[in-house]
């Protein structure tokens, strides 16, 4: 087995693989995120922030990947091919970001404060908030999505 380290020293706080399952694109203590071609191992395009993201995913399309804050920020929507910020989502405190593998909608879990979380829903074609999306619940600081949809 082979080590490849494209943050080197620092840990790693998410990685994900392209559908398509040739490029990995993982994020880090350093605020970088990176995408890497995995049968040779280069770097594509290294990202670095202001904050440090904690939370990583991939869109169904391989098109976008998202990064969530470690802490209070914002998320991030990159271009998969150029790394370029596509959109900048603000006002999101912690928690996770994922994509729906049935539909491609984006979610992030958001203000994981005050003993409520709120989960809200945006479109990849706007990055507009999908109407009656958001929605409270207990504290979490994370979401998956299944192959069907479900939460």
């Known amino acids: 087995m082979r080590v490849y380290r494209p943050h080197g020293k620092q840990a790693c706080y998410a990685l994900a693989f392209t559908p398509d399952g040739q490029r990995i694109a993982s994020c880090s203590l350093d605020a ?34 998202a990064t969530g804050p470690h802490w209070s920020a914002h998320a991030i929507i990159r271009d998969i091919e ?43 074609t706007s990055w507009e908030p999908i109407p009656e999306t958001s929605f409270g619940f207990t504290p979490c600081s994370t979401i998956d999505i299944s192959s069907t949809g479900l939460m």
């Open 32 to 65: 970088t995120t990176v995408l890497t071609d995995l049968y040779t191992r280069e770097t594509i395009w290294r990202r670095h922030t202001r904050q440090v993201p904690g939370s990583l995913a991939i869109s169904p399309d391989g098109k976008f990947v």
């Open 82 to 124: 150029t790394g370029n910020h596509l959109r900048i989502l603000p006002e999101f405190r912690g928690g996770k970001v994922t994509f729906d593998p049935t539909n491609g909608n984006f979610w992030r879990v958001s203000e994981w404060t005050f003993g409520m979380t709120t989960l809200v829903g945006y479109k990849p």
